[in-house]
């Protein structure tokens, strides 16, 4: 199974701040198409996960531009360049490279 | 507007059986891919199996595997998740969710990812 490893586990943040959050592959999720085979998604509190990321670095629709992805090799990086309030949640990247699909263990976003 | 609407948890013993269904409308049921997730209390999110448009499985997560059997019914707008020799460890809310898209004419090739979810059920495993 491909496992992927997210940190920090906990991540207190300032609004106005930015924050980053990385996800380590333990192999490669390069699609045939070119493209990552990674995810990330938000689960605010009491509520279902909602796609932020695809694609590793394609914004979802009605996701706000201050959240974006990027990739390097097997390491994938989500960063939001302003936290909000509304920011709250824990944050998952996700693998679809191959089943099984894979999260990381998933970062909480609190603010300060 | 897609709605996912997932039903039939319930508390069970260990060793019963539940069948969840997963309601769809707003899109074009039988040209998705579906995936049902699941998190066990105050943990984190778990892959449990995908199927295709034509109700072939994609694969089935070990912890799972001989015991969920998952389906479809396309002119229903429907996803099942047959449960048996349930477990403490099944616990948690159990997702639906909309996966690729694959029409007779067209086919999404790229990686999977997934835009909407259901709300989720509650299953409970417990003597």
């Known amino acids: 199974d491909i496992v992927v490893t997210q940190s920090p586990l906990s991540l207190p943040v300032t609004p106005g701040e930015p924050a980053s959050i990385s996800c380590r592959s333990s192999?490669?999720?390069?699609?045939?198409?070119?493209?990552?085979?990674v995810s990330w998604y938000l689960q605010k509190p009491g509520q279902s996960p909602q796609l932020l990321i695809y694609?590793?670095?394609h914004r979802a629709s009605g996701v706000p531009d201050r959240f974006s992805g990027s990739d390097s090799g097997t390491d994938f990086t989500l960063k939001i360049s302003r936290v909000e309030a509304e920011d709250v949640g824990v944050y998952y990247c996700m693998q679809t490279l191959q089943t099984p699909y894979t999260f990381g263990q998933g970062t909480r976003l609190e603010i300060k | 507007q897609v709605h996912l609407e997932e039903s039939g948890g319930v508390l069970v013993k260990p060793g019963g059986s539940l069948r969840l269904s997963c309601a769809a409308s707003g899109f074009p049921f039988g040209e998705h891919y579906m995936t049902w997730f699941r998190q066990a209390p105050g943990k984190g999110l778990e892959w449990v199996a995908s199927i295709d448009t034509r109700g072939r499985i994609l694969d089935y997560a070990d912890a799972v595997k001989g015991r969920f059997t998952l389906s479809r019914d396309n002119a229903e707008n429907s996803l099942f998740l047959q449960m048996n020799s349930l477990r403490a460890e099944d616990t948690g809310i159990y997702y639906c969710?909309?996966?690729?898209?694959?029409?007779?004419?067209?086919?999404?090739?790229?990686?999977?990812?997934?835009?909407?979810w259901g709300r989720g059920t509650l299953v409970a495993v417990s003597s």
């Open positions: 694609l590793a670095s």
């Open positions: 192999q490669s999720l390069l699609y045939s198409n070119g493209y990552n085979s």
């Open positions: 969710a909309r996966g690729r898209y694959c029409g007779t004419v067209t086919c999404y090739t790229g990686a999977e990812y997934f835009q909407h």
